[in-house]
């Protein structure tokens, strides 16, 4: 017999694998999205996979409103939604939105009863300084929020955990929290408007990346993301613990060989030469969407998900097969 879970902000890259996932290990799943309209990309999203099984709450994390209708009757939560940053935005108005958003939900959940709640965080929370290119860094590790040049969205993701681990940490709270350290997500989206670093593969594909700069990506699959998610649910050893979510540094020019390798005339706009480090810095001066992967040029730095294999017997598949996917899925126009 399933469970009632809530998945904040269903429409996501990471949120709708969780919810097939979920709803194929037999529990409830009550999805919320900002607006009702909403509610039938997150069923196409799905597909097949969704049914009766399946509901929606209308909540915004900028707002109380809603959150408690949206956590009602439910045992766990899985908050995934996170405010994501564009050219123009308010970098305080996305940085409150990810901290007290964590907060409202974490709130509404323990008014309600929850037993537990995931929260999705980021590798950008246990990374050290920048200037630290290389070694392996395990959950004891904490970005620092106030490095100068830090991301917004970095910033974000570690301002937000850490208010959950200080809010369940307050003398009374019954609730159990786990949190979630994916690296770079990649795998195939299940909508269009949720593709994550699918776009990265998209250059490759269409050629509108030229050349090769020296980045490197500690790739995992969205669909192992969502297991872990769903292992750190149901896990009783989890409770209190964060576990990265990674998969060995894959550098760019690795992943246009695998794509060549695999896909044939597909992959014949690959680029195949490669962009100095000084032309990649160049181009991130005038480019926002290149700037924010500058603190990974030339970075081998590794994310140990050793504590996940361990307590949640968290299994991920082969990088190659992540890759490959991704491009069939663009390909192929599923999304």
């Given at each position: 017999?399933?469970?009632?879970v809530?998945v904040?902000?269903?429409?996501?890259?990471?949120?709708?694998?969780?919810?097939?996932?979920?709803?194929?290990?037999?529990?409830?799943?009550?999805?919320?999205?900002?607006?009702?309209?909403?509610?039938h990309?997150?069923?196409?999203?799905?597909g097949?996979?969704?049914?009766?099984?399946?509901?929606?709450?209308?909540?915004?994390?900028?707002i109380?409103?809603?959150?408690?209708a949206a956590?009602?009757g439910?045992?766990f939560?899985?908050?995934?939604?996170?405010?994501?940053?564009?050219?123009?935005d308010?970098?305080?108005?996305?940085?409150?939105?990810a901290?007290?958003?964590t907060?409202?939900?974490?709130?509404?959940?323990?008014?309600a009863?929850?037993?537990?709640?995931?929260?999705?965080s980021?590798?950008?929370?246990a990374?050290?300084?920048?200037?630290?290119?290389?070694g392996?860094?395990?959950?004891?590790?904490?970005?620092?929020?106030?490095?100068?040049?830090?991301?917004?969205y970095r910033?974000?993701?570690?301002?937000?955990?850490?208010?959950?681990?200080?809010?369940v940490?307050?003398?009374?709270?019954?609730?159990?929290?786990?949190?979630?350290?994916?690296?770079?997500?990649?795998?195939?989206?299940?909508s269009?408007?949720?593709m994550?670093s699918?776009?990265?593969?998209?250059?490759?594909?269409?050629?509108?990346?030229?050349?090769?700069?020296?980045?490197?990506?500690?790739?995992?699959?969205?669909r192992?993301?969502?297991n872990?998610?769903?292992?750190a649910l149901?896990?009783?050893?989890?409770?209190?613990?964060?576990?990265?979510?990674?998969?060995?540094?894959l550098?760019?020019?690795?992943?246009?060989?695998?794509?060549?390798?695999?896909?044939?005339?597909?992959?014949?706009?690959?680029?195949?030469?490669?962009?100095?480090?000084?032309?990649?810095?160049?181009?991130?001066?005038?480019?926002?969407q290149?700037?924010?992967l500058?603190p990974?040029?030339?970075?081998?730095?590794?994310?140990?998900?050793?504590?996940?294999?361990?307590v949640?017997?968290?299994?991920?598949?082969?990088?190659?097969?992540?890759?490959?996917?991704?491009?069939?899925?663009?390909?192929?126009g599923?999304?």
């Amino acid at each position: 017999m399933g469970s009632r879970v809530l998945v904040t902000g269903g429409t996501g890259f990471i949120a709708s694998w969780c919810i097939v996932e979920l709803l194929a290990a037999g529990h409830d799943v009550v999805a919320s999205v900002r607006a009702p309209e909403r509610e039938h990309d997150v069923r196409a999203a799905v597909g097949a996979a969704g049914g009766a099984r399946l509901s929606f709450a209308v909540a915004d994390l900028t707002i109380d409103a809603g959150w408690d209708a949206a956590v009602g009757g439910c045992e766990f939560v899985l908050h995934v939604a996170s405010p994501l940053s564009a050219a123009g935005d308010d970098d305080g108005a996305i940085l409150a939105a990810a901290r007290d958003g964590t907060i409202r939900i974490l709130a509404a959940a323990e008014r309600a009863g929850v037993r537990r709640v995931v929260v999705t965080s980021s590798c950008a929370a246990a990374t050290p300084h920048a200037t630290q290119l290389t070694g392996t860094v395990d959950e004891t590790c904490w970005t620092d929020a106030d490095e100068p040049g830090l991301a917004v969205y970095r910033r974000s993701k570690v301002l937000a955990e850490r208010a959950a681990w200080d809010y369940v940490g307050r003398e009374g709270c019954a609730l159990e929290l786990t949190t979630v350290l994916p690296a770079a997500v990649f795998g195939p989206a299940r909508s269009q408007s949720a593709m994550g670093s699918l776009q990265i593969i998209a250059a490759l594909l269409d050629g509108s990346a030229i050349a090769i700069p020296r980045l490197g990506f500690e790739v995992v699959d969205v669909r192992d993301v969502a297991n872990a998610h769903v292992l750190a649910l149901t896990t009783p050893p989890a409770a209190g613990e964060r576990f990265i979510a990674a998969g060995p540094v894959l550098w760019f020019g690795e992943m246009a060989e695998m794509l060549r390798t695999h896909l044939g005339a597909d992959a014949s706009r690959v680029p195949t030469e490669t962009l100095t480090d000084e032309d990649f810095r160049a181009i991130a001066q005038v480019n926002p969407q290149l700037a924010t992967l500058l603190p990974l040029l030339g970075r081998s730095l590794q994310h140990s998900s050793a504590k996940a294999r361990r307590v949640l017997g968290w299994q991920p598949r082969p990088t190659v097969e992540t890759i490959v996917d991704s491009a069939r899925c663009i390909l192929t126009g599923a999304v």
